[in-house]
């Protein structure tokens, strides 16, 4: 059976991944800082609690989840900094130093004879300038997707594909209330978004779960948006559009 981990896969779009690998019958590991109570459980996957900034317990968890469920083909990296320390070193450090080490880890012990692959969930501020964000969040983003690069041609030989996905800003469960009940807002992503809809974390899920899959087999070393089209969009285009000018 196929073995897939998700980092970060107990809320938001770490969750809809979960789902979705559960339901095509992979055996999911989440890796989280905390597992979620049996009703917000995805039936079928199995949790770990560790913090990935903590190499120990994260080593420990991989472990476990290696010995439960056999190697790895899918490794999602879809966790991101929500700790209330300085944000520079949380941001680095659980974007990238403990992706980093947990790819080491994994080194030489993906599944042999299979697909397989690693996705690093990025962020559109990990080449573009945005607000909202510190630079942290920048370059933790921008680092991820060259980490994806890097490790396209480093693993390759392995027969371990890496991509990242760089999803817009979209609507999960937990934001779902607050963007609905904004139509200003909701009305505006409309307007700026060529497919003239706000994201869902759905529609980043399916890239994932396409990733890793073998229909992606030979997808190796991509950074493919999901925005809807709004990154092609000229700034001075969208500017005059919403001044009417
Ligand atoms: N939301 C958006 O609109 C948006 C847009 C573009 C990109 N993204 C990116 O998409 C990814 C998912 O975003 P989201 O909004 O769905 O995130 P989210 O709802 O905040 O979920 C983050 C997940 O990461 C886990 N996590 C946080 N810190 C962790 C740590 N130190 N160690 C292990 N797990 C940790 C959380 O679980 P615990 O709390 O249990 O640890 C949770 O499962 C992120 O990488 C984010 O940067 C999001």
């Known amino acids: 059976m196929t073995h897939s981990i998700v980092f970060g896969g107990t809320k938001g779009l770490g969750r809809v991944v979960v789902r979705l690998f559960a339901q095509r019958g992979?055996?999911?590991?989440?890796?989280?800082?905390?597992?979620?109570?049996?009703?917000?459980?995805?039936?079928?996957?199995?949790?770990?609690?560790?913090?990935?900034?903590?190499?120990?317990?994260?080593?420990?968890?991989?472990?476990?989840?290696?010995?439960?469920?056999?190697?790895?083909?899918?490794?999602?990296f879809c966790q991101r900094y929500r700790g209330k320390d300085d944000?520079?070193?949380?941001?680095?450090?659980?974007?990238?130093?403990?992706?980093?080490?947990?790819?080491?880890?994994?080194?030489?012990?993906?599944?042999?004879?299979?697909?397989?692959g690693i996705v690093f969930v990025s962020s559109v501020f990990g080449d573009r300038i945005g607000e909202g964000q510190p630079l942290s969040y920048h370059l933790g983003k921008a680092g991820m997707n060259h980490m994806a690069r890097y490790y396209a041609v480093?693993?390759?030989?392995?027969?371990?594909?890496?991509?990242?996905?760089?999803?817009?800003?979209?609507?999960?469960?937990?934001?779902?209330?607050?963007?609905?009940?904004?139509?200003?807002?909701?009305?505006?992503?409309e307007e700026i978004i060529p497919l003239g809809r706000m994201a869902t974390a759905e529609d980043s899920a399916n890239v994932i779960a396409f990733l890793c899959s073998p229909a992606a087999g030979f997808v190796n070393g991509q950074n493919i948006y999901v925005d809807g089209g709004l990154s092609l969009v000229w700034p001075e285009t969208l500017a005059r559009k919403l001044k009417g000018q």
Request: with cysteine.
């Open 26 to 76: 992979d055996a999911v590991s989440v890796i989280s800082r905390s597992v979620p109570g049996v009703a917000d459980q995805v039936p079928g996957a199995s949790y770990r609690a560790a913090d990935i900034a903590d190499a120990a317990a994260t080593q420990a968890a991989l472990d476990a989840a290696v010995a439960a469920a056999g190697a790895p083909s899918y490794v999602v």
């Open 87 to 116: 944000p520079w070193a949380g941001e680095i450090e659980v974007s990238l130093s403990a992706s980093r080490r947990v790819v080491d880890a994994l080194q030489g012990k993906f599944a042999k004879g299979s697909d397989c």
């Open 154 to 189: 480093s693993l390759g030989r392995e027969g371990v594909r890496s991509n990242a996905v760089t999803p817009f800003t979209f609507l999960k469960d937990e934001s779902k209330e607050f963007y609905l009940g904004n139509k200003t807002l909701l009305g505006l992503y």
